[in-house]
């Protein structure tokens, strides 16, 4: 059974009291549909969604108050792209200001006892969706994740009733969405991110059997014929995207499906340290970083919608955060407020969870974050959360600064 230390279930805990009421005072709070700024509001929260937001409003009577002192508030950003599998690495996400998260596959589950433990308030956030395990042909030691991918070891996921079985295995531990990819990794040396590696015909065979069990499939496709078989197949979403095709886009904003670029995952590549440290990779992130570059451009301008991404578990080495994918949305010609939509609503939209996150209004969950400057003029301010309230419960406070 899975258990966390006594303390750190009292101090989750003791943190928030269910009902409890909580007021951000002095505030300017970002409406992201808009881009209207309510100036001097108080933001009232009741237990774990919002109860109001209004200019020069009252404080309830013995509600915790967090004087915001004119600093602004935005929706929580969401990472669409993760694979967190430890309560620090969801902390650390947390403190980056991350209140949602996507999972894009754990080696045993972790995100599913994750949802389930943010669910029951014993840790802040963020909150999961679920993937689970790889829908990839070899599972190596995932297998360990439940007996019944055993089945697998030998002859490998690469047949449509294979791929249907993995499905079912993750259906019945709960996940929220499927993962499986359409071509190899760019973040392994010896594979080459083009080559793809299922057809059109094997990817639907993972969409349908994942919409009888009532979830969406995103994929893993760095190159444009295993992006298309997948958008063709049914795919909600292309991940990483690097090589797409115009006619891949097309088909992609013809389908409704969504681009998670995970642009910050290529910047990775190209640094020492962090998630991914390897001479060839560091070759490898200076011709696919322009490519990334144009394809987002291009998913830009014929309509695709795209949403924040950065492909790490949120290790203490990991140098991609969400306020660094939207930094480079505007360098790319995303205005601000376009390139915070990006980590919120459209983002939210994706994940199919519009209807209680992803905004700020009455009656949404209470997930937001406090900056220090206007991110509509300048996004850099987001690479600092100051507080983070995720589900009504506040995870992180850094202020004030000063003593009384």
Known sequence: ?????????????????????????????????????????????????????????????????????????????????????????????????????????????????????VKQGVIPGPDMVAAGVFVTPDLGETILADPKLGAYNASGVRTPEALRGVVRVNLAHGVDVIKTRGTERAGLPNTDPRKQTYTEAELRAVVDEARAGGVRVMVHAHGDEGAYAAVAAGAISVEHGTFLSDSTLRLMKAKGAYLVPTLSTLYDLGLPGGDYDDPVLTLRAQFMIPRANQVIKAAKAMGVRIATGVDTDYRPASLSRVSHEVLRFTELGFTPLEALQSATSVAADLLGISARTGRLAPGLEADLIVVEGNPLEDPRALQDALVVISNGVVGVNRMPFGKR
Do not use: C, K, W
């Open 1 to 117: 059974m899975f258990r966390l230390p006594r303390t750190l279930v009292v101090a989750a805990l003791s943190a928030h009291t269910a009902g409890a009421q909580l007021a951000i005072t002095h505030a300017n709070v970002v409406d992201v549909a808009t881009g209207a700024i309510t100036r001097n509001a108080t933001v009232v929260v009741q237990g774990r969604t919002i109860a109001s937001i209004t200019a020069n409003g009252t404080v309830p009577s013995g509600a915790t108050v967090i004087d915001a002192a004119g600093r602004y508030v935005t929706p929580g950003l969401i990472d669409a792209h993760t694979h967190i599998a430890s309560l620090a690495n969801a902390r650390r996400a947390l403190e980056s200001g991350v209140t949602t998260v996507r999972s894009a596959s754990v080696p045993h589950y972790e995100d599913v006892a994750l949802r389930e433990l």
